[in-house]
Nanobody, 122 residues
Framework: QVQLTESGGGLVQAGGSLSLSCVASGSNFNFNTMSWYRQILGKGRELVASITSGDETNYASFVSGRFAISRDSLGTGVYLQMNSLKPEDTAVYFC????????????????WGQGTQVTVSS
């Protein structure tokens, strides 16, 4: 079973930086796209940034050049560098990956991490 484990959340003052990490465990899988989502208290989950296996990136408009997504060369880890953080960035951040896993044949894979809290104080 493929699992995603996030780390790096915490409390930071407005204007500060945090770096989130997400590492996959398991075997016989390939990710097409790895992403970061966030869920602000009382609101739905929204895309923050995504990166494909070809290193194409996509960012939500609210990022405004403040965040950078990257992945490792094995395609099993994804990272989010967050700079110039604002109080409105306070949320639980989730890692997500979609791709394929070979379990007696290749099938679609869609997996979420457990989430990591990011709190930005004013």
């Amino acid at each position: 079973q493929v699992q995603l484990t996030e780390s790096g959340g915490g409390l930071v003052q407005a204007g500060g930086s945090l770096s989130l990490s997400c590492v996959a465990s398991g075997s016989n899988f390939n990710f097409n796209t790895m992403s970061w989502y966030r869920q602000i208290l009382g609101k739905g989950r929204e895309l923050v940034a995504s990166i494909t296996s070809g290193d194409e990136t996509n960012y939500a408009s609210f990022v405004s050049g403040r965040f950078a997504i990257s992945r490792d060369s094995l395609g099993t880890g994804v990272y989010l560098q967050m700079n110039s953080l604002k109080p409105e960035d306070t949320a639980v951040y989730f890692c997500h990956a979609e791709g394929y896993q070979n379990l007696r044949g290749w099938g679609r894979l869609n997996v979420w991490g457990q989430g990591t809290q990011v709190t930005v104080s004013s």
